[in-house]
C-alpha cells in the first residue's frame, strides 16, 4: 500500500507565497512521475505541474513563471513552490504518483490541501 501525505496548504494575501509537500511511502520500487493537481468546486480537476523520473517539468499554463515543482528523490518527495499566488489559485491541491510496485505500476492520490488566496 502507498500513501501519499501532503502539507503546507493555507491562507495567504494576494501576492504573497506558499509551499506545498508531499510525502510518498510504502512498498515502492520507484516513482515514475510526481505531480500537483488542483480543483476549484463545480470545476474539473486540473493539472498544475509534474516531473518525471528524468526531472523533466511541465506546468500549466495559468503558473508558468510562478510554480517550481521540485523532487527531491531520496525521500520520495515533490514540492510546489507557488510564487506571486492570485485569487483564481484558491482551490485544494492534491499530489499525485505513479509509482512502480513489484505487481505492477499504480497511480495514487493524496487526501489533498486547501490553498486559498485571499484579494
Known amino acids: 500500500q502507498v500513501q501519499l501525505v501532503e502539507s503546507g496548504g493555507g491562507l495567504v494575501q494576494a501576492g504573497g507565497s506558499l509551499r506545498l509537500s508531499c510525502v510518498a511511502s510504502?512498498?515502492?520500487?520507484?516513482?515514475?512521475?510526481m505531480a500537483w493537481f488542483r480543483r476549484v468546486p463545480g470545476n474539473e480537476r486540473e493539472l498544475v505541474a509534474e516531473?518525471?523520473?528524468?526531472?523533466?517539468?511541465n506546468y500549466a499554463d495559468s503558473v508558468k513563471g510562478r510554480f517550481t515543482i521540485s523532487r527531491d528523490y531520496s525521500k520520495n518527495t515533490v514540492n510546489l513552490e507557488m510564487n506571486a499566488l492570485k485569487s483564481a489559485d484558491t482551490a485544494v491541491y492534491y499530489c499525485?504518483?505513479?509509482?512502480?510496485?513489484?505487481?505492477?505500476?499504480?497511480?495514487?492520490w493524496g487526501q489533498g490541501t486547501q490553498v486559498t488566496v485571499s484579494s
Open positions: 499525485n504518483a505513479g509509482v512502480q510496485l513489484v505487481s505492477g505500476r499504480y497511480v495514487y
Open positions: 510504502g512498498s515502492i520500487f520507484s516513482i515514475n512521475y
Open positions: 516531473i518525471n523520473s528524468s526531472g523533466h517539468t
